[in-house]
């Protein structure tokens, strides 16, 4: 009896130790697509030992600065033009480790059902940082309504425009609320997860949209010194894995796109 007591205490103690062998991985998103692929792989990481905790933020700001501080382990959510406009301005040393999705950036409008149809002296909202608000100016040049001193900055600013035939009036404001400003301005550059959450289909909605060929890949971002661990190793073959590409093809209906 006392044997078979050690020996079922032993098999306890083995299978806890087992069980607390696992991983825990913090990682921030915000909440459309990112937050919902995580959720998506949070079963399948849990089988391989990793204890998935998903932290949703609504701003591009705190999740790389929590990351850079240690209170999370990765976040997903960013473009690495935008990476590298945080880390410069920051004196952060983030890095890339994945892309896993392309969001293509669009323009919206409650007032005018064409682009063409943008009147003279049209106010225009875009994203108020770096990268963000240069994607949104490409976008327009592309469409031909402006001009850039530099035709390929990733960081053009409204300063930086050299021709503005139509005289728009543009507002530069922070990325999130951009959707709730739109029927306040005549056309607003939203990033596709902020659209998103505002039930706009980019694929149907958007006036100007970028093509499957957008260099704004969405990263998982880690630091140094945790981007090679195996925890960080089983996330990334977890967000590449062909269930994602499935779950982004049919759910987001082209508004996301796979970037592997």
């Known amino acids: 009896m006392k044997k078979t007591l050690l020996f079922t205490a032993l098999a306890a103690s083995l299978i806890s130790g087992f069980v607390n062998a696992g991983e825990k991985l913090v990682v921030a998103a915000t909440p459309v697509p990112h937050a919902e692929i995580l959720e998506l792989i949070k079963p399948k990481l849990a089988e391989e ?38 880390n410069s301005s920051r004196g952060t040393d983030l890095v890339v480790v994945k892309g896993v999705h392309v969001e293509p950036f669009g323009a919206y409008s409650s007032k005018h059902k064409l682009i063409t149809e943008l009147p003279d002296g049209s106010s225009i909202a875009i994203p108020n940082e770096g990268s963000n608000g240069g994607r949104a100016l490409l976008l327009l040049q592309k ?24 005289n728009f009036k543009f507002k530069e404001l922070e990325a999130a609320i951009l959707p709730r400003v739109l029927d306040q301005v005549d056309l607003a550059l939203i990033n596709t997860n902020y659209a998103l959450e505002a039930k706009l289909n980019p694929a149907q909605d958007a006036l100007l949209i970028e093509d499957g060929n957008s260099p704004y890949v969405n990263f998982l971002v880690a630091r140094p010194d945790n981007q090679n661990s195996p925890a960080i190793q089983k996330l990334t073959d977890a967000l590449t894995s062909p269930e994602v590409k499935t779950f982004i093809e049919q759910r987001y209906s082209g508004a996301v796109l796979p970037a592997f």
């Open 49 to 86: 030992g990793v204890d998935l905790e998903i932290k949703v933020f609504t701003d591009y700001i705190q999740p790389n600065l929590q990351v850079q501080q240690k209170q999370l382990d990765a976040n997903y959510f960013q473009t690495k033009p935008y990476l590298d406009a945080f």
């Open 143 to 166: 469409a031909g309504l402006i001009t850039l001193k530099d035709p390929k900055s990733a960081v053009a600013s409204p300063k930086d425009i050299s021709s503005n035939p139509h």
